[in-house]
């Protein structure tokens, strides 16, 4: 709970709050699960105050200062945020933060174009998550998913070439020699092997995205960002974006091409309702009437899952350029270091070896 002091004070508004923060500056604000909701606190002066389980939704915070703020399980949903400070502040999975106006919305986190601040994901997460800041865990889910929906791509390939070429049958090898496929054969396996494969992918994908969640440097920002898959890859251009987005749709929506078979188009096209339920029923599939209706509601789940996830992916991976400006700091300093340990254990050498040669 919040320290009934400070949450008296800070309720009195912004002038008298950063009276007493420049009064106490030894003083950490503890104003953990705050009722704060819709409170004026422009250029508040907020600075490594405790923040964890409080409700500043639809607060006015323009210009305030965050840095080193805790901001595990607030909601800031829908506040303003122009000029926010956020440098070295840290969020969570539970802080809500949907809505919010001035900043940018990253997969990790928030970031002030203004302040070129970003408020992360803590890297520490709970101990039985598995997840953390590792990118080469991030792209090898990555890679696990691409492989495994190029392979339903090519099922999906298939089909449409009976589709142009309508040929009778096509013979597709196995490991002990081969098997002649009919059309209405071939698209029934293929849409349970769609649907095994796409679980698959979404899974890989979803983890890919969780731990995306938990990076905050500008190498896995470049690794993951980048990574050569257009399901996953960041755009930022708006003129990028549309028509990643639609190229996403054609990839992820690909089973549909699975439907053409199991459908009497002309039947459909004329309103014959009798004649498109004949022709569903006689299709010369094993359960096919109970079991198609099932698989393709699975489909459609599951690839409307991954499309979601795919559009997880088009929102930035954010980092804080005050806390790597640190890093390459504190880099800069162990390199010194050891090239000047380096340097000693040279000249010690040299001394040891003029000894043993006198």
């Known amino acids: 709970m919040a320290n009934r002091e400070h949450l008296d004070i800070i309720r009195q508004g912004t002038a008298v709050w950063n009276s007493w923060r420049t009064e106490n500056p030894g003083i950490r604000p503890d104003l953990r699960e705050a009722a704060l909701e819709g409170a004026d606190l422009r250029e508040a002066n907020l600075v490594d105050a405790n923040l ?15 840095s080193s703020a805790d901001l595990r399980g607030t909601d800031l949903s829908g506040a303003s945020l122009d000029g926010v400070d956020f440098s070295r502040s840290t969020i969570d999975i539970l802080t809500s933060y949907e809505g ?4 940018d919305i990253g997969v990790n986190g928030l970031y002030s174009s203004v302040t070129d601040s970003a408020a992360l994901m803590r890297i520490d997460p709970p101990g039985n998550s598995m997840q953390g800041a590792n990118a080469e865990a991030v792209i090898e889910s990555l890679k696990q998913a691409r492989k495994l929906h190029t392979f339903s791509l090519l099922l999906a390939g298939i089909a449409m070439l009976f589709i ?4 009778k049958t096509i013979t597709l090898p ?4 081969s098997f002649k496929f009919d059309e209405f054969s071939y698209t029934f396996l293929a849409t349970i092997l769609s649907t095994m494969l796409l679980t698959q992918v979404s899974s ?3 983890s890919a995205l969780q731990g995306a969640h938990y990076l905050n440097d500008r190498r896995a920002a470049m690794l993951v960002g980048h990574f050569p898959w257009i399901l996953s890859k960041f755009e930022s251009h708006p003129s990028n974006k549309r028509q990643s987005k639609i190229q996403r749709i054609f990839l992820v929506y690909h089973p549909l091409v699975y439907l053409y078979f199991f459908v009497n188009w002309a039947a459909l096209f004329s309103g014959d309702w009798q004649a498109l339920l004949d022709h569903y029923r006689e299709l010369p599939v094993v359960l096919g009437e109970y079991m198609l209706p099932v698989f393709y509601l699975i489909l459609f789940l599951i690839c409307r899952h991954i499309f979601k996830l795919s559009e997880g992916f088009q929102r930035p991976i954010l980092f804080d350029t005050e806390t790597e400006r640190g890093r390459r700091s504190d880099m800069e300093r162990l390199a010194e270091a050891v090239e000047k340990q380096s340097h000693l254990t040279t000249e010690l050498f040299e001394l040891m070896s003029k000894r043993s040669s006198s």
Do not use: E, H, T, W
């Open 52 to 66: 964890n389980g409080a409700v500043l939704r639809k607060a006015m915070l323009s210009g305030a200062d965050l």
């Open 100 to 103: 919010v106006q001035g900043c």
């Open 164 to 167: 142009v070429i309508k040929p």
């Open 174 to 177: 196995y490991l002990a020699g």
């Open 204 to 206: 890989f994908l979803d």
